[in-house]
């Protein structure tokens, strides 16, 4: 079992927690701002981090306006204070508008109630506006402390103690409009609560044949409305950012006059409340509709979502970025000097970064006045290289050229799946096709994995065939894990007869395995010298060469959901443990990051061995909880952990340890992981990185097809996967290496670095590695807005 240790962290010396300390030192955390989902996971992660370290941590409520008037509004804050709150939307400690603090006098009544507490360290959940009325204070603090000095309201002592104010910020804004970070707290939550409704709205309309308006926020930020209608195939977007042409209500009109001809029953127009013309003129939902029945006649509603977006509880996504940023900002503010200028924590792919306050709020600026002097391609440019490329990969799917406008590539490519179904794949599908029809191909889908290629299952599937697959679970094409090595002769064979020109994979480990057996043999059948490319698509996470699978995220609001109804399940019975088993085979991505997002007690998995002593401990803390007022625990364990520790056998010992303290209740999720519609992240990732992978075959065959080249390097058989930071086609062949084939896993798996983290905010002790932050970043290298970054 020694090689399953997690692997050293990055970094020749890394950084150690043990190396920090808060002792003597107060943190005030405050929400400003309009509130957003998550914001409470990050109070609770600067909370118990920063009790953790040995600070003080104080509540500052109702934001500035709490920090201005003082007394009862600072309380400070016990690891009991926030538990509970990770699924609860919107802020337990409260957010205002605070006009007060616009003026100097404000701010020196909120300098003097911090230092009455001792706090000179402030941790800022908000938007632009909150992140720079914090930074302005942070500039006047000395000037602040001697005006009050002088005033006699404060000592001469306490100018010294106190004499430099430290500021972190965390974004948080369903908006997704602050330059700098791929997400902003609250977004996820709230594309979950637009999709629902988008979701609701299509079944209703497609009833009717209706067309549907629906108005989302955004007053200066299109990525809601992007996003949205990117995952759910919107006919139509109206954005701040990018207007649409002259003539566009033509234009409109008869796109959804076409889509009524071809008998299909639902037009979707998506429309950001801030949506502008060419001339800055405002585009309205009203508006909109008013154009459709007087142009066309056909029957349309509107609907506005307002709050409703803003509203419910936190998706796993936001709990978990909030949780991270709520821990980097603590250690942010523990490692801070008198010259440190104020940083906002952002997340960049899957690591968290720290960027200087102003520069992020410049940028962000620069992107509402570009709009105000009717530059819009600067605009769409500074929201960063994700939202460029999401608008873009939205007008290929959604407006299909006429045939004669396409230039015919004479190339056939299929796309099948391969494993078991994952949420999301549908999309993935969906983009492939309509890509590469756009790009002159032929797509050809094939049904039922590698058993129905061998067998002929194959036939050409066109731009509407895939027309509402977005929102869809599980696998229309159909997926089995059947390798294609027994069948390789058949697979060749009909590689010939349908002259495929290209493969797209979609699946998990075994579409791996299987894309590993094609390539061993390729020396045998010249049939398989063709660009083959795979994209991960599993709930497991599991897929060598990519951090994240399409179908994880679905899988993992699913664990936190179901966590959340059965820890309220026991909120009238008093002391109660839930062990929960998760899936994922060895793989413990499920089961620690849905303990980190559910707020469990421990999480069991296969990459780090546990024994008795192990258990044993989890029992007497979860003994020393019940004795406070937090009398619930949750345990997770992966379904391969452990061989003998099964899921029944821990439920025992946790049963008969616990007797007279506690009592247990277990719950197999099973194959409900696997199912339901996708998560917008899941369709969203799904739509932009299969079409990522069309995009590589196009160039491909462009340098073999016509030139009788046939693909015979490991480079044209490779995965395509989200690294860090980066999009990365890497040969199928080099991955072998970082295989353990035996237990489908990667050797090395990023998100165990996270580990200690969940441990820490359980409130054990554990060392948390914090060599990878630490440096102040250049904006302009994180400016990439929207997840995964480097899509």
């Not at 996820?188 to 629902?196: F, G, K, N, P, T």
């Not at 896993?745 to 983290?757: V, Y």
Request: some cysteine.
């Amino acid at each position: 079992m020694a090689s399953n240790v997690p692997p050293t962290p990055r970094g020749s010396f890394p950084r150690y927690l043990e190396h920090l300390s808060g002792s003597g030192k107060a943190i005030g955390v405050l929400t400003s701002g309009g509130d957003a989902q998550g914001m409470n996971a990050a109070v609770r992660a600067v909370v118990r981090m920063g009790i953790y370290v040995g600070a003080k941590v104080y509540f500052i409520y109702e934001g500035y306006q709490g920090m201005v008037d003082g007394g009862s509004n600072i309380v400070e804050a016990k690891w009991e204070s926030v538990s509970s709150i990770l699924q609860v939307g919107g802020t337990i400690i409260g957010s205002a508008r605070c006009k007060a603090f616009h003026t100097r006098e404000g701010r020196l009544q909120a300098a003097g109630n911090l230092v009455q507490w001792g706090i000179t360290n402030l941790c800022v959940i908000g938007g632009d506006g909150s992140l720079t009325g914090a930074n302005i204070f942070r500039k006047e603090w000395s000037e602040l402390l001697e005006e009050l000095a002088k005033n006699g309201k404060i000592s001469e002592e306490a100018v010294t103690k106190y004499s430099y104010l430290n500021v972190v910020g965390m974004v948080g804004s369903i908006d997704n409009d602050f330059c700098g970070t791929d997400m902003t707290i609250g977004t996820d939550s709230a594309l979950h609560r637009i999709m629902e409704v988008i979701d609701a709205i299509m079944t209703t309309a497609q009833s009717h044949q209706r067309t549907f308006v629906l108005e989302v926020m955004g007053r200066h930020c299109g990525y809601l409305a992007l996003v949205s209608a990117l995952a759910c195939g919107a006919d139509w977007v109206f954005l701040p950012e990018s207007p649409p042409e002259e003539g566009w209500e033509e234009n409109m009109c008869v796109k959804l006059s076409e889509n009524r001809a071809r008998k299909k029953r639902l037009n979707i127009i998506i429309v950001a409340e801030g949506a502008i013309d060419t001339q800055n003129q405002p585009i309205s939902s009203e508006k909109i509709k008013d154009l459709v029945v007087k142009q066309l006649g056909f029957d349309t509603r509107v609907t506005i979502l307002g709050h409703v977006q803003r509203g419910g509880t936190p998706s796993a996504f936001d709990r978990i970025l909030a949780s991270r940023m709520g821990v980097e900002a603590v250690v942010a503010l523990l490692e801070a000097t008198p010259e440190t200028p104020a940083c906002v924590v952002s997340l960049s792919g899957n690591q968290a970064v720290r960027l200087p306050l102003v520069e992020c709020v410049q940028m962000t600026q620069d992107v509402q006045k570009a709009m105000d002097e009717r530059r819009f391609k600067d605009a769409v440019r500074l929201r960063g290289r994700s939202f460029e490329g999401n608008l873009n990969i939205y007008k290929r799917l959604a407006i299909k050229l006429p045939d004669d406008q396409i230039t015919k590539s004479n190339c056939n490519v299929a796309v099948i799946n391969v494993g078991a179904p994952a949420a999301g794949m549908n999309a993935a599908v969906r983009s492939a096709v309509r890509v590469g029809i756009a790009d002159g191909h032929k797509m050809l889908a094939i049904y039922d994995g590698f058993d129905g290629f061998a067998k002929g299952q194959i036939k050409e599937i066109g731009w509407s065939d895939v027309g509402g697959w977005t929102g869809q679970g599980g696998s229309i094409l159909g997926t089995k894990r059947a390798l294609p090595g027994k069948f390789l002769e058949e697979i060749a064979e009909q590689i010939r007869a349908h002259s495929i020109n290209a493969l797209l994979i979609i699946g998990g480990f075994e579409a791996y395995l299987g894309l590993l057996e094609l390539s061993a043999a390729r020396e045998k059948y010249e049939e398989l010298c063709i660009p083959m490319v795979m994209v991960p698509a599993t709930v497991s996470n599991n897929v060598p060469g990519s951090d994240f699978s399409i179908g994880s995220d679905t899988a993992l609001n699913t664990i936190t959901d179901t966590c959340d109804r059965i820890k309220q399940s026991a909120s009238g019975t008093k002391r109660r443990v839930f062990i929960i088993e998760t899936m994922g085979g060895y793989c413990g991505y499920l089961a620690n990051m849905g303990g980190l997002a559910a707020g469990a007690d421990a999480a069991y998995i296969f990459e780090e061995p546990f024994d008795i002593r192990d258990l044993q401990s989890n029992v007497e803390h979860l003994t020393e909880k019940m004795k406070t007022s937090i009398q619930r625990g949750l345990v997770l364990r992966n379904e391969s952990c452990s061989e003998n520790y099964t899921t029944d056998f821990i439920y025992q010992l946790y049963s008969e340890e616990g007797k007279g303290v506690f009592d247990c209740r277990k719950n197999v999720l099973g194959h409900m992981q696997q199912g339901g519609v996708p998560s917008p992240f899941d369709r969203n990732f799904g739509t932009k990185i299969s079409a990522r992978a069309m995009q590589w075959i196009t160039t491909k065959l462009k340098e073999s097809y016509g030139k009788g080249k046939k693909c015979v390097s490991d480079d044209c058989i490779c995965v395509l996967g989200i690294s860090k930071r980066n999009v990365l086609f890497q040969p199928v062949a080099d991955l072998k290496k970082e295989t353990d084939f035996e237990h489908r896993i990667p050797k090395e798996q990023w998100w165990l670095k996270l580990r200690p983290l969940m441990k820490i905010l359980a409130k054990y002790k554990a060392s948390f590695d914090v060599s990878d932050s630490g440096q102040l970043e250049a904006v302009q290298d994180q400016n990439t807005q929207g997840e995964p970054a480097a899509i």
